[in-house]
């Protein structure tokens, strides 16, 4: 019999989404069979697990975390914000709906079938399940229906540690506020409590820690300092991503508004000798850039206006003129082709665009999405890529006939006769050390790369190493129940 417990938050961007993945580790270094959860997950950042299916990446690397191959089982439905009030709703690794948020509201609670379906497997299979919340569950408002936080620790009758972050200040009111607003039955799922992202003296605080066991009854289980390599892991989020300073290299990627996968970020962050810049909203792009790189997008034409809006078309064209390289990837990749057209309304309004012309290529929108984990042979190095596919549309023109990739002998992206320009769908290129390396040696690199898979599971065991010194693992283990 599997033992199950949840880890919600007083507040969004506590940390949940770390720490569960720092307590699988610790799990599995410990001989457990251990998995992930999060009943519902937020986020365009995707991660598509074995089966052709979507999740959220930050389950993803818990999985890995844990030493598993991502599930749809881990996290069975995921919102994918596609307007300020909308979003696509994936269940179990699929589309089911396009809906706004007071819509998806009336539909939430007829998903909790789902989510236990999927929990069950996951506990049928393992020793431990590690569930995250959503958001915070002193959002009393929402708790009709919630399947994210109290209310699915209600329907699988799980215990549940609350976790506070200290950073942003206030913590005692984050915690002692929650035990006030949530109904006698809620409270009552509250075993311990831990405060996460402490800088300075831990003592200084410990008697804050008596406050809040005194004012809630909750057994104290630690303060978790500020993990410093948290940046080295893949960013979860989008109010997570940002910049990184590093060497001569700089990449300058554009903040779309609806920013999507934006993981080909990370091992270029990592890399010492790069300085990944990314360029809010009013700034332009820098004149010093050696590479413009547009990530992809859930809405590639609302995003195309927005690049416009910026005035971000007229600094790529200064970039183009003085020979930097270009680089999109999936929506980023449509931007840059001729045309963008979305005949049936997939994205809104039905409508087609022109788009930045840099590619000789135009892409149509269709229903059918593209969801799959994909090996790639970069043609002009050699080199094997791992990586995945998912979007919506199809590209065609004259310029793919440039390939650079090869996907089982099929060809994939497109570039410009000089090769400066290049796109194609293929996310997660830049995990790849060989074609990171081999790519940022066109940019001017000399020497090796860092090798970033090995950074991940380095970082990852550190982070196990911080919360054992830092938390009270035995009774935080303690805490989990049969299920």
């Not at 919102?79 to 007071?102: C, F, N, S, W, Y």
């Not at 069950?120 to 009709?144: C, K, T």
């Not at 332009?284 to 809405?299: C, F, M, N, R, T």
């Amino acid at each position: 019999m599997a033992k199950a417990i949840m880890v919600q938050g007083a507040g969004s961007n506590v940390g949940k989404s770390m720490l569960v993945a720092g307590l699988c580790r610790l799990a599995r270094q410990r001989g457990l069979s251990v998995a992930p959860f999060k009943p519902q997950n937020m986020s365009n950042n995707a991660a598509v697990t074995t089966d052709g299916g979507e999740i959220g990446r930050a389950q993803a690397l818990q999985a890995r975390a844990a030493g598993l191959d991502p599930s749809i089982d881990m996290n069975p439905v995921l919102l994918k914000p596609e307007t300020d009030i909308g979003a696509q709703v994936i269940v179990h690794g699929a589309r089911v709906a396009t809906m706004k948020a007071r819509d998806y509201g009336k539909m939430k609670a007829t998903l909790m079938p789902a989510v236990l379906e999927s929990f069950h497997r996951l506990a049928e299979q393992h020793d431990l399940i590690i569930i995250e919340g959503a958001g915070s569950p002193a959002e009393v408002n929402l708790r009709a229906g919630d399947i994210a936080n109290m209310g699915f620790a209600e329907a699988a009758n799980v215990p549940v540690v609350l976790i506070g972050d200290i950073d942003r200040g206030g913590v005692i009111a984050q915690l002692v506020g929650t035990d006030r607003v949530l109904p006698a039955e809620d409270r009552a799922r509250i075993s311990a409590f831990a405060i996460n992202k402490f800088r300075g003296d831990p003592t200084l605080f410990s008697d804050g820690m008596t406050i809040i066991a005194d004012h809630t009854g909750w057994a104290p289980l630690g303060i978790i300092p500020w993990f410093a390599d948290a940046w080295r892991l893949p960013a979860e989020d989008v109010m997570d991503l940002t910049g990184r300073p590093g060497g001569t290299i700089k990449v300058a990627v554009p903040r779309l508004n609806r920013i999507a996968n934006f993981d080909d970020l990370d091992p270029l962050s990592a890399e010492p000798d790069v300085t990944v810049e990314l360029i809010e909203t009013g700034r332009p792009l820098p004149g010093d850039a050696d590479l413009v790189l547009i990530p992809g997008s859930k809405s590639t034409i609302a995003d195309l206006a927005h690049f416009r809006a910026q005035g971000w078309d007229v600094d790529l064209a200064g970039h183009v003129r003085r020979g930097g390289a270009v680089m999109g990837i999936c929506g980023g990749y449509q931007m840059l082709g001729r045309v963008v057209a979305d005949p049936d309304g997939i994205e809104g309004a039905p409508q087609t665009v022109s788009g930045l012309g840099y590619l000789d290529i135009e892409t149509v929108m269709g229903a059918q999405k593209h969801v799959s984990l994909t090996t790639a042979r970069h043609i002009a190095s050699g080199s094997n890529v791992e990586g995945y596919e998912i979007h919506l549309g199809t590209t065609s023109g004259p310029d793919t006939k440039n390939a650079w990739l090869d996907i089982d002998g099929r060809p994939e992206g497109a570039e410009n006769a000089t090769g400066q320009i290049r796109g194609c769908y293929l996310h997660g290129l830049f995990a790849s050390d060989d074609f990171r390396a081999a790519y940022l040696a066109q940019l001017g690199h000399i020497g090796a790369v860092h090798p970033y898979e090995d950074t991940v599971e380095q970082t990852l065991d550190a982070l196990a190493k911080h919360l054992s010194e830092h938390l009270d693992i035995e009774s935080f283990f303690a805490c989990a129940r049969d299920v």
